[in-house]
């Protein structure tokens, strides 16, 4: 089999879809982009679109290492979600030929089902409320929500008070009936992270995500000292090699790898199983497309120390175009009571609807991330 042809298509809301076709008639779906750089990220895949036209799109093992180690500069968001789109699609196609889902040629399923989350927005106490209620109205047993909007270095405890009171609202409608995860989302500075864990502490939250930027992951270990509750990091962390030291250092909980970001389905894998062996969980991120999603529950599957998955039905960031959008058969993404049945389609389980992506890249996307400023007129973290 060969592959001969590499076609992208860049949708709203945010997304960028792969389909990699081979002489065989078997094609795979992939989804490689980083959420704001669709285009930079296009380019990457262009690129290695000239090596990898006219190959076995069977021997994933090999192309991922040409990706990854053929470029004497290497790594970095772009490229990884470049890689990560391309292993995609590779593995979907070995799937269809096959006829089986991805995880049965990593292992097998080691679950009978796997736990969602979705995502609650509102800035108010009393929408957050009404947000958190009507999850659990559709079923949902664990929630994610954000925890602030910019905060300086140093900033108000206002500003802590309101997470306090927005999280507050939530347990006070609902007890323990809902997980609540509460992403810092990197917008906070370690002395505010450490203040704000403690100050979260009393409501029992399922995990805190992003406390610090990646970058400043050693003050994990001064923030692990304010709090009982797990820590999640990983978004924004690309390879094995960037995870190493964080597993080293001993002060994170959950691991959240973006099978868009984190070099596809073989790379997450693997960093998974380096979670394993330090008794860290992994949460995949996905905020992204089916495609994605679909990586996610292929890894998911077959991962023992996964423990519950991102999806992006609902979220805000969905604007003009959702995740069901594409897909032949909204079903495989209904959840039941909080958990999604094992998929068990051939490859990553999605069968894309063509004729809906083609006519959605007619209306192309430009997202960005917005600009956010400080109280003094300094450039926040988003
Ligand atoms: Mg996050």
Redesign the pocket.
């Known amino acids: 089999m060969k592959i001969t042809a590499m076609r992208l298509y860049k949708v709203p809301p945010r997304w960028l879809f792969l389909k990699v076709e081979t002489d065989e008639g078997i094609a795979g779906w992939g989804e490689p982009v980083v959420e704001g750089r669709a285009d930079t990220v296009r380019a990457a895949v262009e690129e290695f679109r000239e090596y990898l036209v006219g190959k076995n799109p069977m021997t994933i093992e090999d192309h991922w290492q040409v990706m990854y180690r053929s470029g004497f500069y290497r790594g970095g968001p772009e490229v990884m979600s470049a890689i990560s789109g391309i292993d995609q699609a590779l593995w979907d196609i070995k799937g269809k030929f096959y006829g089986a889902p991805v995880y049965e040629l990593l292992g097998g399923a080691c679950r009978d089902k796997l736990k969602v989350y979705r995502w609650i927005g509102g800035d108010r106490p009393a929408d957050i409320r009404a947000a958190a209620l009507e999850a659990h109205e559709q079923g949902y047993s664990a929630i ?1 929500m954000n925890a602030t909007e910019e905060m300086h270095y140093i900033d108000g405890f206002e500003k802590i008070q309101a997470v306090c009171d927005r999280v507050a609202a939530i347990r006070d409608a609902l007890g323990q009936k809902l997980d609540i995860a509460v ?1 810092f ?2 917008r906070v500075h370690k002395t505010m992270a450490k203040v704000l864990a403690r100050e979260l502490d009393q409501f029992r939250l399922m995990f805190i ?2 406390p610090v930027l990646p970058q400043n992951n050693e003050a994990l270990r001064e923030i692990a000292r304010h709090t009982a509750v797990p820590i999640a990091t990983g ?1 924004r962390m690309f390879s094995r090699w960037e995870f190493k030291n964080l597993f080293e250092d001993g002060y994170i909980d959950i691991i ?1 790898p973006d099978l868009s970001h984190a070099g596809g389905i073989s790379e997450c894998k693997k960093i998974a199983a380096m979670a394993e062996a330090y008794d860290v969980a992994i949460a995949p ?1 996905c ?1 992204l497309g089916p495609i994605a999603l679909g990586a996610c529950i292929q890894l998911d599957a077959c991962t023992p120390n996964a423990f519950i998955q991102e999806q992006s039905l609902g979220i805000h960031y969905n604007k003009g175009g959702d995740l069901l959008d594409y897909i032949a058969d909204a079903s495989i993404y209904q959840y039941k009571d909080g958990f999604l049945d094992m998929v068990t389609g051939p490859g990553l389980g999605v069968e894309i609807n063509e004729q809906a992506v083609a006519e959605a890249a007619r209306r192309p996307h430009n997202w960005k991330n917005p600009i956010w400023r400080n109280f003094d007129g300094t450039v926040a973290e988003w």
């Open positions: 994610k992403d989302h990197g995500e992003e978004e959240q991120h905020p």
